[in-house]
């Protein structure tokens, strides 16, 4: 991939200090109700701009690679693409067989759609940490987060979503009195109602958090990683130390970048799986 680390960057960033550089690239591109001091959101009314322009062009790329492999299938002499295009699906539609009892058209879509926005958001992460922000700071932009998916706002919003899909299944297959039931009743039975509320409500609340905060969790965490390898280079490669800490960071960010492959595509997995657990749930008589 590259050096991921621009020496200039790590020093100069944020105000120079190692602190300040690790705080400036956390640091979204808030506008509307965000405090002027740090540039965090600061009320409801507040927008992180980086987070939405990426996570929308992704969205978009899938839309339009997509398009263009359904406009050009060749089933008798199917191309590279279409058939690694085709092992996805194949992927895909095997995890829903597999988890998902009876069928729902919308289903299969809908974990398609999120294994790879989930993957190519957390794809983000591996693209040199001191790239795009400086390319921006040239531009006049003063920070940018390129990882969608290290921003709880992302994360949250799209497990609320499967939420939502879930509480509208249950109720739609349940019934809204077998819906109730569900929480009057289980898991203790008829004796226990109210501990049984509150139980059952904590067991649907967490869903949605579970979902957010695993993906928010581990993105950040490896973002973190590849800043602070990233200062190896930036603060630590000065003159003949050059000789021992250059090396050393390429090992290390070579080596993590290989184990962070393999998390965020694990963690594109577990979000698509979960969501087609949970509407499994959803979708029987028993709870």
Request: charged fraction near 10%.
């Given at each position: 991939?590259?050096?991921?680390?621009?020496?200039?960057?790590?020093?100069?960033?944020?105000?120079?200090?190692?602190?300040?550089?690790?705080?400036?690239?956390?640091?979204?591109?808030?506008?509307?109700?965000?405090?002027?001091?740090?540039?965090?959101?600061?009320?409801?009314?507040?927008?992180?701009?980086?987070?939405?322009?990426?996570?929308?062009?992704?969205?978009?790329?899938?839309?339009?690679?997509?398009?263009?492999?359904?406009?050009?299938?060749?089933?008798?002499?199917?191309?590279?693409f279409q058939n690694f295009v085709e092992m996805?699906?194949?992927?895909?539609?095997?995890?829903?067989?597999?988890?998902?009892?009876g069928h729902n058209p919308l289903i299969a879509?809908?974990?398609?759609?999120?294994?790879?926005?989930?993957?190519?958001?957390?794809?983000?992460?591996?693209?040199?940490?001191?790239?795009?922000?400086?390319?921006?700071?040239?531009?006049?932009?003063?920070?940018?987060?390129?990882?969608?998916?290290?921003?709880?706002?992302?994360?949250?919003?799209?497990?609320?979503?499967?939420?939502?899909?879930?509480?509208?299944?249950?109720?739609?297959?349940?019934?809204?009195?077998?819906?109730?039931?569900?929480?009057?009743?289980?898991?203790?039975?008829?004796?226990?109602?109210?501990?049984?509320?509150?139980?059952?409500?904590?067991?649907?609340?967490?869903?949605?958090?579970?979902?957010?905060?695993?993906?928010?969790?581990?993105?950040?965490?490896?973002e973190l990683v590849f800043l602070l390898i990233?200062?190896?280079?930036?603060?630590?490669?000065?003159?003949?130390?050059?000789?021992?800490?250059?090396?050393?960071?390429?090992?290390?960010?070579?080596?993590?970048?290989?184990?962070?492959?393999?998390?965020?595509?694990?963690?594109?997995?577990?979000?698509?799986?979960?969501?087609?657990?949970?509407?499994?749930?959803?979708?029987?008589?028993?709870?």
């Amino acid at each position: 991939m590259g050096d991921r680390v621009l020496s200039e960057a790590a020093h100069n960033s944020g105000g120079g200090g190692t602190v300040e550089y690790i705080q400036h690239h956390l640091t979204n591109l808030c506008v509307g109700d965000c405090d002027p001091v740090t540039h965090q959101a600061s009320g409801f009314w507040s927008l992180h701009l980086d987070t939405i322009f990426f996570g929308y062009l992704i969205a978009a790329l899938i839309v339009f690679v997509g398009w263009r492999v359904g406009s050009s299938l060749n089933p008798d002499k199917p191309s590279g693409f279409q058939n690694f295009v085709e092992m996805i699906l194949d992927f895909v539609s095997t995890q829903v067989k597999d988890t998902f009892p009876g069928h729902n058209p919308l289903i299969a879509p809908l974990a398609l759609t999120i294994f790879l926005w989930v993957f190519l958001m957390n794809f983000m992460d591996l693209i040199p940490v001191d790239l795009l922000p400086m390319i921006a700071s040239g531009l006049g932009i003063p920070y940018l987060k390129v990882v969608p998916t290290t921003d709880l706002n992302t994360t949250l919003a799209m497990s609320l979503t499967v939420f939502v899909l879930v509480v509208f299944y249950s109720i739609k297959v349940k019934g809204p009195v077998g819906y109730l039931k569900m929480f009057l009743f289980h898991p203790f039975g008829k004796f226990f109602v109210p501990v049984n509320i509150v139980m059952t409500t904590i067991e649907e609340l967490a869903k949605p958090l579970s979902l957010a905060l695993r993906l928010f969790g581990n993105l950040f965490a490896g973002e973190l990683v590849f800043l602070l390898i990233a200062l190896i280079g930036g603060t630590l490669t000065v003159g003949a130390a050059a000789l021992f800490w250059f090396p050393l960071q390429v090992v290390l960010d070579l080596g993590w970048l290989i184990f962070h492959l393999l998390v965020i595509t694990l963690q594109a997995f577990i979000f698509m799986v979960l969501t087609i657990v949970y509407l499994g749930m959803a979708h029987t008589e028993e709870h």
